[in-house]
């Protein structure tokens, strides 16, 4: 199968048609690009599962592009719930509710919940809208590859196994979104994301943070897998000292190193070969994941100093901690 790359309305409507064919299609959100099909049809579901080659017990968002689409796809809607939908939709966020009967249990992989997303992309709902159906799409990597933040990464993992990629630039968040389980007492975050903690206790009272750490009998199914996990080690370095320090012993013992780092501190690198994540914490996020593809094409190991638990950061430690399988030096 050819993949073609497309963007504009022409991609829009080329999308759309594709999708109302029973194919999938690779879309731009603000968070990361998704792998799309009608979430109302599991034959669809299937081929999504197919293409990423993905375990069937990992659900799938469904992705809607107006608030009312959210009523046929749930069995309850409370006061409280109402009040984060409009709050934090659209945005970078997935809310879970108990799931209606139109959802196929293909796509919450047999939970009972299913979590909905209304992107904040305008390229995104327009999309959506113009299928005339929701959408399901996890995002649009081959399983356990990093999450694609540009219509080439996607290209460089689904090639010639779906018909086409909507081409809408750089995803500006740069990390999953946060998923919500509004189905508890108090509401439980399952991912972290940009729409942090402390902005959702603000709305909600309070809310139950997930600490990070790869779990087995985590909750959220998909987050006891390896995820986002670059082709060659990763370690996460506690301070520069300690990257410099790391950095020298594996150049010493052959290997081609390369250190992801902030702005602030290229001076003290000399020499060695580094990324500049950027100066700002949403720099950082928005560009973790092209640094991670882009260093496992040029070196043999990445070591990437850590970026704090501040906010944002936090949820970008989140996927670094992932990625380097939690190896701190
Ligand atoms: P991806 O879009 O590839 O990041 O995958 C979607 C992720 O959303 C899954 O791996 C889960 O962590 C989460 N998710 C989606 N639906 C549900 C659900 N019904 N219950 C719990 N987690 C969910
Ligand atoms: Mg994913």
Known sequence: METLIESGEQAIKLGAELIRAGEIVAFPTETVYGLGGN????????KIYEAKGRPADNPLIVHIAKIEDIYPLVSEFSERNKKV?????????????????????????????????????E????????????????????????SPTTAKHVYEDMKGRIPLIIDGGDSEVGIE????????????ILRPGAITAEMLAEVIGSVRTHKGEVIS????????????????????????????????????????????????????????????????????????????????KVCDYIICIDLGENGLCKSVMNRVLKASGGKMV
Do not use: W
Request: proline share 8%; charged share 20%.
């Open 123 to 146: 390229i995104a709902r327009k999309f959506i809208e113009s299928c005339g159906t929701p959408i399901a799409a996890p995002s649009a990597n081959a399983s356990t590859r990093v």
């Open 217 to 296: 009998s985590a909750p959220a199914p998909g987050m006891k897998y390896k995820h986002y996990a670059p082709t060659v080690p990763m370690v996460v370095a506690k301070d520069m000292n300690s990257l410099i320090v790391e950095y020298d012993k594996q150049y010493k013992n052959g290997l081609k190193p390369l250190a992801l780092i902030r702005g602030q501190v290229v001076s003290s690198m000399g020499d060695r070969q580094y990324v500049n994540l950027g100066f700002t914490d949403s720099e950082v996020c928005r560009n973790i994941y092209s640094a991670m593809r882009n260093s496992e």
């Open 39 to 46: 979430a109302l049809d599991s034959s669809c579901v299937a």
């Open 177 to 188: 979104s946060t998923v919500l389980d509004l189905t508890r007492g108090i509401p439980t």
């Open 85 to 121: 939908v409009e709050k934090f939709m659209p945005g970078p966020i997935t809310l879970l509710f108990p799931k209606s009967e139109i959802v196929p249990n293909s796509v919450t992989a047999g939970l009972k919940t299913v979590g909905i997303r209304m992107p904040k992309c």
